[in-house]
């Protein structure tokens, strides 16, 4: 029933997420990932839906459901994203029906470990461990690809979880990623509870919505994008 109330301001319009964490390998059996749920990815993806969008989902490991009526691509770590996504958006513009908004709602690890061992590190004590000796690797930015791809979607919109300087670190990655958007929140505020408050940062205005169940806020997102979109 969630749909059926809908203003469709995205009707017709192809929309790419990402959700979720990555996972990045260690050995055949470890690896390195965050907190991320995935919930804030999944409200945005049902949003754009029930506002009329073709939704495709890049999720990263997760354990929610897929939403009705979205498709959903698994992957597992931030290259594998990086490939996915930029596979679609090749694909898409190739069958002429181009995505024309871009959600980067997963937390991308930014760095991965840069030979992940084929079997099983054992425990050791030797300062040759593997596990004393980590080297990593910087993973690219998908955001930023996205923004910057001959490929790229019309509007682009980032998110942004931060502790501190909500505003200044939002406007940031604004300008660096080459984003149209970036939704920024406090991440000690946001994290478990059902409300949410956030701050939508474009070029030239910043807008504060919430406090607010995180579906509306999911809503209001999407609304400002398909704004952008005209
Ligand atoms: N992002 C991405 N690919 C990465 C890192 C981040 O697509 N390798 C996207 C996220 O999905 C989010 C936005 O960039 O939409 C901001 O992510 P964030 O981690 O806040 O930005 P970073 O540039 O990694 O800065 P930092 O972690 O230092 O705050
Ligand atoms: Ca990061």
Known sequence: LEGIFAEPVLAGRRVLVTAGPTFEALDAVRGITNRSSGRQGWDIARAA?????????????????????????????????????????????AEGRPYELFFGVAAVADWRPADAFEGK?????????PYRNVRWVQNPDILADVA?????????????????????????KLER????????????????????????????????????????VAEAVVKAAAAVLG
């Open 49 to 93: 839906r029930d506002a009329g969008a073709e939704v495709t989902l890049v999720a990263g490991p997760t354990a929610l459901r897929t939403p009705e009526g979205v498709r959903r691509i698994d992957v597992v770590s931030a290259l594998e994203m990086h490939a996915a996504v930029m596979g679609e958006l090749g694909q898409a513009r």
């Open 121 to 129: 590190w054992k425990k050791g004590a030797s300062p040759e461990d």
């Open 148 to 172: 910057r791809s001959p490929f790229a979607p019309q509007a682009v919109v980032g998110f942004a979880a931060e502790c501190a300087s909500l505003e200044a670190y939002a406007r940031e």
């Open 177 to 216: 990623k080459g984003a149209r958007l970036i939704v920024a929140n406090d991440v000690r505020e946001a994290a478990g509870g059902t409300e949410n408050r956030i701050l939508i940062v474009s070029k030239d205005a910043t807008q504060a919505f919430g406090p607010a169940p995180k579906r509306v």
